[in-house]
C-alpha cells in the first residue's frame, strides 16, 4: 500500500472499510504504530487507545455483519483538546485545568461522529485557552508543522495539534474549533484543507469557549469532500446534503483592502496564480473595498477587540489569583486587556457589528470571498519564543485576514494553492456570508482542484 492510513483522505479510507480490504482494528492499530514512531511528540496531548480499540472492534464486527454505520465506520479522527471526551479532564491546552474532574460524557459533536462510527485517537495540542494564532505551547511542546524543510517553523493555531497531526499523516481527519482563524489558520500554514462552519451550525456543548459570540467549529482534511461528509455528521446526518456546484455560474469578490496589506509576494503571487486558473475555468472575478473591514479595525482601536472582552469576561477570576503564574504569560497579557472594554463599549460592539453584517451581506449578494488565508508563510518558532514583541506583531497579523469572518459570521474553507518564501504553503480562503454553508462547500468541491493547481 504506497500511502499509510492515516496519510489517506477520509474518502479512499472509507473506500478500503466499507469494501472489506482494510480491517478498523488494522487501521486503529497503524496510527498509533504512526504516532508512536513520529519524532514529533508534542502533537498529541492524550492518547485514547482503549476507547479506540474497542471502537475500531465494535466497527469491524459491524461491518462484517453488513450492518455499516456508514461512509465514516472506522474512520480515525483526532480531538483538539477543548472538547469533551468522557473520563478524561478537558485541559484546553493549560496546565491549570489538568486536575479537573474528568469530563462524564463526550462532547455533542464528539457523541454525533461515534455514533457514525469514527473511532477517537486521541486529544491534540493547542495554544494555551485557544488565544494565539501561532499555535506556541509552553507547557506541552508546540508542533513543528512539517512541511519546513530548513528549520522549525510554526504550526499555526490555536487547532496546532489538529492540523500537524493531519498535515504529518498521522490521522485522515482532525477536529478543530475556529475563534479567529484557529482552523483556517494552520490548515494554510500546513497546507491542508480546514472548514470553518458558520457559528452555530454545530451544536458547542461540551465545546470549552473562548468567546461565545464568535466560537465555532470545523474538521482538518486532506480535502473538501471530507470536511462535507464530516460536517454532515456532525449535525447528526446520515449523508451530506452538499452538492457541487459549477463554477461556470460563480463570481469571486475578491476584498482591495486590509487582506493584501504587508503581504509576502510569495503568498501574493500564490494566490493570484490560483485566481487566474479559476478565471480560466470560467469563474467571474470582482474586485471592490469592502468599507467593513476598515470600520472593524477602527472599532477595535476605539474599543478593544471583541475577542478580547468576552476572554477577559471568561478568565478573569483566574487571572487574579494564583493560576496566572502558571499561564502562558502572552496569554495573561493578551487576556488582560479585556479588562479595558467597559460593559457599555462591549454593547457598542455588538451594536456596531450586527449592522456591519448587514451592510456586508447588501454588498456582497449571492456572490463569495476571496482572498488569501494568512498573509505570510509559517515564520520560524525560535524568534517568536524569545521575544514578545515579535510575538504579538506576528500573531495580530496571522490572524487578520481570518478574524474578518469571525466578526462578520462567515463561514469559510482555506484550501492550498501553491507556495511561497521557503517553498512553505499558501492557502486561498474562499468564505461566504452567515448560513451559507451549503453553497460554500459545493463551490469549494468544484474550486479545489483548480486551485491546487500543481500543490500535493
Avoid at 483522505?9 to 472489506?20: N, Y
Wanted: proline share 6%.
Amino acid at each position: 500500500m504506497s500511502k499509510s492510513f492515516g496519510a489517506m483522505s477520509v474518502a479512499q479510507l472509507s473506500v478500503l472499510i466499507q469494501g472489506g480490504a482494510a480491517d478498523p482494528v488494522d487501521v486503529a492499530a497503524a496510527v498509533f504504530g504512526a504516532i508512536a514512531d513520529y519524532a514529533d511528540k508534542a502533537v498529541f496531548t492524550t492518547l485514547t487507545e482503549s476507547r479506540a480499540m474497542a471502537e475500531a472492534r465494535a466497527s469491524s464486527k459491524r461491518l462484517r455483519e453488513g450492518r455499516s454505520l456508514g461512509l465514516l465506520d472506522g474512520i480515525p479522527i483526532a480531538w483538539k483538546d477543548l472538547f469533551d471526551i468522557e473520563g478524561l479532564a478537558t485541559t484546553a491546552g493549560s496546565v491549570v485545568l489538568a486536575a479537573d474532574a474528568p469530563a462524564k460524557r463526550d462532547a455533542a459533536v464528539v457523541g454525533f461522529l461515534r455514533q457514525a462510527g469514527m473511532v477517537a485517537i486521541g486529544r491534540t495540542n493547542m495554544s494555551e485557552f485557544a488565544f494565539s494564532g501561532l499555535g506556541i505551547n509552553p507547557h506541552y511542546g508546540t508542533p513543528v508543522n512539517p512541511r519546513g524543510n530548513d528549520l522549525p517553523r510554526i504550526p499555526g493555531g490555536s487547532s496546532s495539534g489538529a492540523g500537524v497531526a493531519v498535515a504529518a499523516g498521522l490521522v485522515p481527519v482532525a477536529m478543530g474549533t475556529d475563534t479567529g482563524g484557529s482552523v483556517r489558520i494552520p490548515a494554510a500554514f500546513n497546507g491542508i484543507v480546514g472548514y470553518k462552519a458558520t457559528r452555530g451550525r454545530h451544536a458547542m456543548d461540551g465545546v470549552y469557549p473562548l468567546a461565545r459570540s464568535l466560537d465555532s467549529l470545523g474538521p482538518f482534511c486532506r480535502g473538501v469532500k471530507d470536511a462535507v461528509w464530516i460536517d454532515a455528521a456532525m449535525r447528526g446526518r446520515i449523508a451530506p446534503d452538499v452538492v457541487e456546484r459549477p463554477l461556470q455560474a460563480l463570481e469571486l469578490l475578491v476584498p482591495e483592502n486590509i487582506v493584501f496589506d504587508g503581504a509576502e509576494p510569495g503568498v501574493i503571487a500564490a494566490f493570484e496564480a490560483g485566481l487566474e486558473r479559476l478565471q480560466r475555468a470560467g469563474v467571474h472575478v470582482a474586485r471592490a473595498v469592502i468599507p467593513a473591514f476598515d470600520a472593524i479595525f477602527d472599532l477595535m482601536t476605539r474599543y478593544g477587540p471583541l475577542v478580547t472582552a468576552e476572554a477577559f469576561a471568561l478568565h478573569h477570576e483566574r487571572l487574579a489569583g494564583p493560576d496566572a503564574d502558571r499561564m502562558d504569560h502572552r496569554v495573561v497579557m493578551r487576556t488582560r486587556l479585556g479588562s479595558r472594554t467597559s460593559l457599555a463599549d462591549y454593547l457598542a460592539i455588538l451594536e456596531a457589528r450586527k449592522r456591519m453584517i448587514a451592510d456586508v451581506e447588501r454588498l456582497v449578494g449571492d456572490r463569495l470571498l476571496a482572498f488569501p488565508t494568512v498573509a505570510h508563510v509559517a515564520p520560524p518558532i525560535g524568534p517568536l519564543e524569545g521575544d514578545d514583541e515579535l510575538f504579538f506583531a506576528t500573531n495580530n497579523k496571522t490572524l487578520r485576514n481570518t478574524a474578518l469572518g469571525n466578526f462578520l459570521d462567515w463561514c469559510g474553507v482555506s484550501i492550498p494553492c501553491g507556495t511561497g518564501a521557503s517553498g512553505m504553503p499558501v492557502g486561498l480562503l474562499l468564505s461566504a456570508t452567515a448560513r451559507r454553508d451549503e453553497t460554500l462547500l459545493g463551490v469549494a468541491l468544484a474550486a479545489e482542484p483548480v486551485v491546487r493547481g500543481d500543490f500535493a
